[in-house]
Every structure is written in C-alpha cells, then in structure tokens.
C-alpha cells in the first residue's frame, strides 16, 4: 500500500510538474494551448460506485441493481509541446461527467425494493502522453497514448425508500491510461482537432472486485500554438 501511495504522488506530481512547465514557457511559439469538448460514452461498471453489486447493513446484506449507464460529456484544456517530426508532448485537465441513473437497492429473498439511488458519476482525469505522427506532419493524422491520474466522484441521493447505511459522496483515486487516435487540421492562426480516445480509468489501485471501469470519448478541440513541425 506504501508503494502505491507513493507511485500515485509521483505521477501527480510529475503531471502537474509538467502542466506548470508549460504553463511557463506558453510564450513560446512553439507551445500550445487548447480548449476540448465532446462525449464520453462509458461501459457498464462506471456506475458501479460503491465496486459491489451487494450492500451490507448490519447481518443483513441486500443486492443492487443498477440501471444502465448512460453517454455524458467530456471538458477540458490541454497543453502541447512539438518534441520533433513525429512526437508531441501534452498534458492537461478535464471534467468527464455522466448523467444521472438509478441504483436499487433489493431484497435479496423477494427481489423487492428497499430504497432507490439516484447518482451522477464525475471523472477528473489529470493527463500527460505522447501523440505520435507516423506519416508527415502536415497530415495531422497520428496516435496517442496518455497516463492519467483520475479523481472518480459520485453524488448519490436516497429518492424512495428508507435506508440510512450509505456513502452520499463516494470517492476514489486510480491511475489509468488512454491510447487513440487523431486529425489536426491547420486553420493558420488556429488548429483544429479531432481525437478519439478509449479510457481505461482504474488500471493501478483497483480494490478486491473492483471491475474495469472504462469509457470512450471523442473530443474536439481548437488549439493555439503548439503545431507540430512541416
């Protein structure tokens, strides 16, 4: 547990370390600055906020059930760094945010109701990766790879029934990677951007039958500065 403690600051520090870096030297022509907006489209576990489909109250333990979850939204900025002919640096911050579903809560003898969960996910990822150009640059065609850091945080209220033994605000940290790929379009005094991503949000720091909680998003972005070299 000390180890993963310790590997989890060590990648927060660095991202930070990194996005401060840039933040620096944005005066540079070479470094970029962008905006992103888009969907995220999660798999079935990332509404799994308490990672069990059981709910322990006293000797007594209930099932949940959860509704299906649903697309939600994916905001945030990015840095870059050109690093060559074919390798950028960036490293950023976004807010990942999925709708609202239910949560049942049953009895596990007569499948009857106890109580129903209304809960909304957020995902924060704190990101820094590699895009790399395999053809010419001014293609703008490439694939990336990132390590990320995600702060994962529900809000949960109890709206029918009657049960006291919960967690309202359940929150988590996990270390994560995202791979995908992308199109830079140079509009001269601004670049547009197109990225799909697929997000494999708890890959370190998993808890005993935690499942994978993954999602993909597909973002645009319009940048400034940071063009990768012709």
């Not at 870096?21 to 470094?31: C, G, H, N, Q």
């Not at 293609?139 to 209220?157: H, K, P, R």
């Not at 049960?163 to 990677?177: A, F």
């Not at 890959?203 to 012709?230: C, Q, R, S």
């Amino acid at each position: 547990m000390k180890n993963l403690n310790l590997f989890r600051t060590i990648i927060v520090v660095a991202v930070f370390g990194l996005i401060s870096v840039l933040s620096t030297y944005r005066a540079r022509a070479d470094i970029g600055l962008g905006i992103f907006a888009g969907l995220a489209t999660p798999n079935s576990e990332i509404n799994n906020i308490y990672n069990s489909d059981k709910l322990t109250e006293g000797e007594t333990v209930n099932n949940l059930v959860r509704d299906a979850a649903k697309t939600g939204f994916d905001i945030g900025v990015k840095f870059r760094l050109p690093l060559g002919n074919s390798l950028l640096l960036n490293a950023g911050i976004s807010w990942c945010n999925f709708p609202k579903t239910n949560i049942y809560i049953q009895n596990p003898t007569n499948n009857s109701a106890l109580a129903t969960l209304v809960t909304t996910q957020n995902i924060v990822p704190i990101s820094a990766g590699i895009n790399f150009y395999p053809l010419t640059r001014s293609l703008g065609i490439y694939a990336t790879g990132e390590l990320t850091y995600n702060i994962m945080n529900s809000t949960v209220e109890v709206t029918a029934g009657n049960y006291s033994n919960i967690d309202t605000k359940p929150t988590y940290n996990r270390t994560g990677i995202g791979l995908g790929a992308g199109l830079d379009l140079d509009l001269f005094l601004t670049l547009i951007n197109i990225e799909a991503k697929y997000n494999f949000a708890n890959v370190i720091g998993k808890v005993d039958n935690e499942k994978a909680k993954n999602y993909l998003t597909l973002n645009v972005a319009v940048y400034f500065g940071g063009k990768a070299p012709k």
